[in-house]
């Protein structure tokens, strides 16, 4: 069946993905990103640099590629537009968090968890890496925006939309820089709803049903 076989690619295609940059992050926390080349990533994870290059187009992607985004926009798609922008917006970053920091069980969800903590303090220390994150700021900062359903050609619904997006991002991006600080010892869902109290106050979060 096609759709089967288009699954059976894609599930591939993810695990060919998350091999190349684990071994990607490892070599680049254990030798500097700067003393690691593509083709030394390729040849630990046991590909060709060819194949590395069509899952990831540039060498800043091994670490930035993420699927936040779609996390983020299905969660948002998925709320009430009755809810305030902030609200909706801050529920789908804490509930995409609590879902990229658990990935497994035991060993499993450690290594999610280190490996996770890792591309963060990458990001936060490699400078061409923090000018990339900025771009992939931007980007998530528009995906949000779209998910809302923003009609674009109210400026003022899009701008109100626009700055939304950016406050939560900004909170969520203190809540991540404090998370490798603490070598991720707090729980990533609760810090970030944390900084989304400090930045609009208690009520904004009250029903998500989390410990904050």
């Known amino acids: ?9 894609a599930q591939r295609r993810a695990e060919t993905q998350r091999t190349i940059q684990a071994h990607a992050v490892r070599l680049f926390t254990e030798r500097g990103y700067d003393a690691t080349t593509v083709t030394d990533v390729a040849e630990a994870a046991g590909t060709s640099p060819m194949t590395l290059y069509r899952h990831f187009p540039t060498k800043e992607d091994l670490v930035l590629v993420d699927h936040n985004g779609r996390l983020v926009a299905e969660r948002i798609a998925a709320s009430s537009a009755a809810q305030p922008l902030v609200r909706r917006i801050g529920n789908a970053l804490i509930d995409s968090a609590a879902t990229l920091t658990s990935g497994g069980h035991g060993d499993d969800l450690t290594a999610n968890k280190q490996f996770l903590l890792a591309r963060l303090r990458l990001m ?3 400078p061409a890496l923090r000018a990339r994150h900025l771009d992939n700021h931007y980007t998530l900062q528009q995906t949000i925006v779209d998910a809302l359903g923003t009609d674009a050609a109210d400026p003022d619904t899009a701008f109100h939309a626009r700055a939304a997006a950016g406050a939560c991002l900004a909170a969520m991006h203190t809540a991540l820089v404090r998370w ?4 991720g010892r707090p729980e990533l869902p609760g810090l970030i709803a944390k900084a989304f109290a400090a930045a609009f106050g208690e009520n904004v979060f009250v029903d998500t049903g989390r410990d904050a």
């Open 124 to 126: 936060i220390s490699t």
């Open 180 to 183: 490798a600080e603490d070598d």
């Open 1 to 9: 069946m096609p759709d089967q076989h288009s699954t059976l690619r």
